[in-house]
């Protein structure tokens, strides 16, 4: 059985930690979409992790970690990141990358750099992780693919082509260094020596996997929001983040998805630019985002200070209809026991107009958020293992949450650990 932990809103809503949960029964992790622009944090008995491009499931010896063909990968990110949770006593992972997955080349990153300081202000708030470039190449069909690295024949007269082509924009765009041919050539035979040893036809492997009736997770990177389709546009990432995109990034057959879990957390944050209806300023949003998450919101890749809000029923409620959620895992609601009345967006009002139906970007940017105030708990909920024991407010915030955006709120994080979890119906 496959099942996909993604995300319903802006990213960060906790699905390294839900995925790392759900590894504990998993065979496969799969990582199918995204870069190592954003990061997932996660906590366990080895200590406190960022992983950007391993899968949340490197942690068991159980388990298979797959990249699949639809992610941006950064070799020597992936293998700094290998090495660092071998240094900190986690067992050598079970690691496979896809033969069809595209590589992040050290030009995609420098263009992704050169581009936002051409824009300037108007930039897009880039992680300068070669993200955009990347995947502009990708669908340009110019980008490189590790199957590739095994021809060098093929490589010799690509990396030519390439040099030519990007040295064009180098010189009279941006007034940078050129490529050399040879060097472009000689990073990809370092790629070649280091993502060599796991190289794998990893859809055929998931094939069989799933004659073998094996337990498959696809974890999501970012959230519904951030879809290039679906989402903020352009205030988007650059490949989709949708569970249906699972199978393409993956290389399984889309029926094989049978649980969609969408991760939503209690409240609102965002990184980069892009309308944020129910955003907060001031103390009031400092003082949510120093009790958040885990020590803070704070990007786990960049350290960059987390926009805050208040939970957005209209854009939580899109983000899981458009994940095709079968459960919703909702997160991170032990940080709101400070609060002694906890606002939450119910609808947009553009235009004068109510509407809890999220809508398309130049509607968005108008839309000013209608909140609705709940009774605050005022206590910790951490530790508590069972629905029942919750505070009578806490429930009927969850309650009230699950009625706003009509999917199962099937389970309560509590706290950043693996056992924080409770679960209900
Ligand atoms: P992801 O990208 O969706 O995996 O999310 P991040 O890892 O960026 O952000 C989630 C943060 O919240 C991390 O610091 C987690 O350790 C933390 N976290 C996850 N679930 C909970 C929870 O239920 N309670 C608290 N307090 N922190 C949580």
Wanted: charge should be negative; include cysteine.
């Amino acid at each position: 059985m496959v099942k996909a932990v993604v995300g319903a809103n802006w990213g960060d809503e906790g699905k390294g930690k839900i995925t790392d949960m759900l590894a504990e029964r998993a065979d496969i992790i799969i990582r199918f979409q995204g870069g190592a622009n954003a990061g997932h944090t996660i906590i366990n008995d080895y200590g406190k992790f960022a992983l950007h491009t391993l899968p949340s499931g490197v942690f068991y010896d159980h388990t298979t970690s797959i990249i699949g063909n639809g992610v941006a990968l950064d070799i020597p990110v992936l293998f700094k990141e290998i090495q660092s949770i071998i240094d900190r006593g986690v067992p050598a992972p079970k690691i496979l990358v896809s033969d069809r997955a595209q590589m992040v080349m050290s030009y995609h990153k420098n263009f992704d750099a050169y581009e936002e300081e051409r824009l300037g202000g108007k930039s897009f708030g880039s992680t300068k992780s070669g993200i955009a470039p990347f995947y502009s190449d990708k669908y340009a069909k110019i980008g490189f693919q590790v199957s590739e690295l095994f021809d060098e024949e093929l490589l010799k007269e690509k990396v030519a082509r390439i040099a030519d082509q990007k040295n064009v924009m180098l010189e009279h765009l941006y007034h940078k260094p050129l490529i050399k041919p040879e060097e472009l050539y000689h990073e990809l035979m370092e790629y070649k020596e280091m993502v060599g040893p796991y190289v794998c036809d990893t859809s055929s492997y998931l094939h069989n996997a799933l004659k073998e009736g094996k337990e498959i997770l696809l974890e999501g990177q970012l959230g519904t929001l951030k879809d290039p389709d679906h989402g903020i546009y352009p205030m988007v990432t650059s490949s989709s983040t949708l569970a249906a995109y699972g199978a393409i990034g993956a290389g399984i057959p889309p029926y094989e998805i049978k649980k969609v879990i969408t991760v939503c957390k209690a409240y609102s944050s965002a990184v980069g630019a892009g309308a944020f209806v129910s955003e907060i300023f001031g103390e009031e949003a400092d003082e949510l985002r120093r009790r958040g998450g885990d020590g803070g919101e704070f990007g786990a890749t960049t350290g960059r200070p987390r926009r805050m809000g208040w939970f957005d029923c209209v854009a939580s409620k899109y983000g899981c209809r458009l994940q095709g959620t079968t459960d919703v895992a909702f997160t991170v609601l032990d940080v709101l026991g400070y609060l002694d009345e906890i606002p939450v967006c119910v609808g947009y009002e553009i235009d004068g107009e109510v509407t809890t139906d999220f809508p398309v970007t130049h509607l968005l940017e108008k839309a000013k958020p209608v909140l609705a105030k709940l009774p605050g708990w005022k206590c910790d909920i951490r530790g508590i293992k069972t629905y029942e024991e919750l505070p009578e407010n806490c429930r009927k915030y969850v309650e009230f949450v699950e009625e706003q955006i009509g999917y199962p709120i099937t389970m309560v994080s509590n706290g950043p650990g693996r056992d924080d979890i409770i679960y209900r119906g």
